[in-house]
């Protein structure tokens, strides 16, 4: 199984703050890496899929790049909307794959 | 607008078999894998497999041995089963629609409400 890893586990920002998320893949994935943000007691929502493209409906605030084991998912201008868990997930290799969150809270 | 629906029973004890479905509204029910995936507190989230339209099916081989998808492509539902539940079991399964090449990077763009399972004696 490719072993997803993300940094931080958690992280504290206040409103307007710049945040970037990282997540390594254990073995290369090419660009089949996508990020979902979830709020308590809701679904994953998928923010970005193969590894930059940012999906219909989210503001573009969310940025990500990285390719091969290397990824990063940026918030720039941090809204109170934002502060939720944060999960990468790789689409490359079966069984699919996520990794363990990054929970952005309010400092 | 797509939608995914969901429902089964939430209370169940060890031993017993989860019996979940989930109904898909909207968009191309035959293009896509449907996925079932669950999140619990101790293994956050873990995918458990995906079917399409056809039957084909594609397991985690961590839970291979007790897990049975199947489709009804008239009524647009996918059902999941997994059998010989244990408390470690317990968790929120979601539906989800992914499934490469339609999704390029394999992404689940839509998501269940999610059916919270609790398996207890």
């Known amino acids: 199984d490719i072993q997803m890893t993300q940094s931080p586990p958690s992280l504290s920002a206040s409103v307007g703050d710049t945040v970037t998320i990282a997540c390594r893949a254990s073995?290369?994935?090419?660009?089949?890496l996508n990020w979902y943000q979830q709020k308590t007691g809701k679904a994953p929502k998928l923010l970005i899929y193969?590894?930059?493209t940012l999906q219909t409906g989210v503001p573009s605030r969310f940025s990500a790049r990285g390719s091969g084991t290397d990824f990063t998912l940026t918030i720039s201008g941090l809204q109170l909307e934002d502060f939720a868990t944060y999960y990468c997930?790789?689409?490359?290799?079966?069984?699919?794959?996520f990794g363990q969150g990054t929970n952005v809270e309010v400092k | 607008q797509v939608q995914l629906q969901q429902w089964g029973a939430g209370l169940l004890k060890p031993s017993e078999t989860l019996s979940l479905t989930c109904a898909v509204y909207?968009?191309?029910?035959?293009?896509?894998?449907w996925n079932w995936i669950r999140q619990s507190k101790g293994k956050g989230l873990e995918w458990i497999g995906e079917?399409?339209?056809?039957?084909?099916?594609n397991y985690n081989p961590s839970l291979k041995s007790r897990v049975a998808m199947s489709v009804d492509t008239v009524k647009r539902q996918v059902s999941l089963r997994l059998s010989s539940l244990t408390a470690a079991d317990s968790a929120v399964y979601y539906c989800?629609?992914?499934?490469?090449?339609?999704?390029?990077?394999?992404?689940?763009?839509?998501w269940g409400q999610g059916s919270r399972v609790s398996v207890s004696s």
């Open positions: 989800a629609r992914g499934g490469y090449p339609t999704q390029v990077a394999g992404q689940f763009d839509y």
């Open positions: 909207g968009g191309a029910f035959n293009d896509y894998f």
């Open positions: 079917i399409n339209f056809s039957g084909n099916t």
């Open positions: 073995q290369s994935i090419g660009t089949f």
């Open positions: 193969g590894a930059s």
């Open positions: 997930h790789q689409g490359h290799s079966s069984p699919r794959t």
